[in-house]
């Protein structure tokens, strides 16, 4: 029981306390907005909202659509411009956003 | 606190549309100035970015349309698929961060003097300037174009208004575009 219960903790521990936003973090993740809406939360059925969205899914995405693994329209060419840290900055300020 | 700078407020604190009228004499609250040209994709976000991030400074738009065509998503026009109202937007959503857009047209920029003028005077002094123009069509620098001229659209814009023309120009701007549509995904669409 006890067991569960810090587990259940540590779970829920990210939600709980966000790490801090970094200038940076925040300044990558809004080279996003024009198209994924402000802060990842999309107003149109036509592209992805970000927000919310688990860290290592949008860094393996990211990634994908980086080595041309994904097919894209445009996030091709867009992921080549970040490099692996930078998609794990903007991966990590996302997934921590509310939808 | 510099003359001209209230002259210009006057006419963007009052969310007045245009600049006539603009010199009526105001008081106001000095606060740092961000003045950003062109409320396409790239102004209108980074004026509501500042703007969000900070409700202490003051954000300036200055855009000489009175709404926004996105060009994403318009070959849906051409498809018959979306209208030209579905793709047209208005600046109120920025108005309500607060960022004064101002309808008008930049027409030079005194760097040293940190302040950008417009017609019949006016002026708007800012802090920091964000410069997001945007492109421009310069047919010219097309081999051919002119003597082609009576068969093709002139403008992206025609394009999406409509096909009232029989020949469709493509100028293929080269490989490693990072937005739609594509060159080739218009011609595509409008040949279609």
């Given at each position: 029981m006890n067991k569960l219960l810090i587990a259940a903790a540590l779970a829920a521990a990210p939600l709980a306390a966000p790490a801090q936003d970094t200038p940076a973090a925040r300044s990558l993740a809004a080279t996003c907005a024009a198209c994924h809406g402000t802060d990842g939360r999309s107003v149109t059925n036509d592209v992805a909202g970000l927000a919310g969205l688990p860290r290592e899914h949008i860094v393996s995405q990211m990634r994908a659509f980086r080595d041309g693994t994904r097919p894209a329209t445009v996030m091709h060419q867009i992921a080549k411009g970040y490099s692996d840290q930078q998609i794990e900055l903007m991966a990590d300020y996302f997934s921590r956003r509310p939808r | 606190m510099r003359r001209r700078d209230f002259l210009k407020l006057a006419g963007a604190a009052a969310s007045a549309?245009?600049?006539?009228?603009?010199?009526t004499p105001g008081s106001f609250k000095a606060r740092p100035r961000v003045v950003v040209i062109g409320a396409g994709f790239g102004g209108a976000t980074a004026a509501k970015y500042v703007a969000m991030w900070d409700p202490g400074i003051h954000v300036v738009l200055v855009e000489r349309g009175s709404e926004f065509v996105s060009c994403p998503i318009s070959n849906l026009v051409l498809g018959g698929n979306r209208t030209m109202a579905d793709i047209t937007r208005g600046y109120d959503g920025l108005r309500k961060y607060g960022v004064d857009v101002l309808n008008g047209e930049a027409l030079a920029i005194d760097a040293e003097k940190k302040l950008v003028r417009f017609g019949r005077g006016s002026e708007l002094v800012y802090d920091r300037l964000v410069l997001s123009p945007g492109v421009d069509f310069l047919p010219a620098e097309i081999e051919g174009y002119e003597a082609a001229q009576e068969r093709v659209d002139e403008t992206l814009a025609a394009r999406v208004l409509g096909l009232h023309r029989n020949t469709l120009l493509v100028k293929l701007l080269g490989w490693g575009i990072r937005r739609p549509p594509g060159e080739d995904e218009r011609a595509g669409v409008a040949s279609g």
């Open positions: - | 549309t245009t600049f006539a009228g603009c010199a």
